[in-house]
């Protein structure tokens, strides 16, 4: 069962890891080009905290 199921697992797990750069890089363009003053203040919002990092364990 478990061995059937992994090569589902890869691919959804690198579906993830492409999309989360791409998901980034909207929002940093978005924190730029924004016409409002709000919408701008918001998406550095949302970019910073999509870029917080852990500390090391």
């Given at each position: ?37 709000d919408r701008r ?15 090391p364990r």
């Amino acid at each position: 069962m478990l061995p059937a199921a992994l090569p589902d697992v890869v691919i959804l797990a690198a579906a993830g890891a492409a999309t989360y750069p791409v998901v980034l890089a909207t929002v940093a363009l978005t924190s730029i080009l924004a016409r409002t003053p709000d919408r701008r203040r918001d998406a550095r919002a949302t970019l910073t905290i999509l870029m917080k990092r852990r500390p090391p364990r």
